[in-house]
């Protein structure tokens, strides 16, 4: 939850260096800082041998990506349809690793109310510039 609410809570806050800096620079912005936030307290010492540095590598880049693949659609995009798109990805890797029926009906009802409020009430409120939204898509995918 934690997460979810940082990454929220950045993308309404950086709504002004958009114009600044664009979707790339909003990404590098927010990751140095979260990483000066996360290192000036403990200030670590990497003790990992190469193949757990590989790892930390790895998921630094899906994380880098996941979150330039999710700006670059919400500079496209309003922001609630493309946290709608990106929580497609955990919402369909959970919904298949379920066996229950109830999680079915859980998964529908939310399939309906998704449904009913990805239609826009006024069109015109969108930006011009609103492409499909394969970036929030490729996200979504792709980080989960």
Not at 107 to 127: D, K, N, Q
């Amino acid at each position: 939850m934690g997460g979810v609410l940082g990454l929220q809570c950045g993308a309404v806050l950086t709504t002004r260096l958009y114009p600044a800096v664009g979707p790339g620079g909003v990404v590098t912005v927010r990751l140095c800082l979260a990483a000066l936030v996360l290192v000036a307290p403990w200030r670590p010492r990497i003790r990992a041998d190469r193949s757990a540095l590989g790892i930390i590598a790895t998921a630094g880049t899906l994380l880098a990506l996941h979150h330039l693949a999710y700006y670059e659609a919400v500079d496209r995009l309003p922001l609630g349809a493309v946290t709608t798109l990106e929580f497609l990805g955990p919402f369909v890797i959970a919904l298949c690793g379920s066996w229950r029926l109830f999680d079915l009906l859980w998964a529908c009802l939310a399939a309906t109310v998704w449904s009913c409020s990805a239609i826009p009430a006024r069109p015109s409120t969108w930006p011009e510039r609103s492409v499909p939204p394969s970036p929030g898509a490729a996200g979504a995918y792709t980080s989960w």
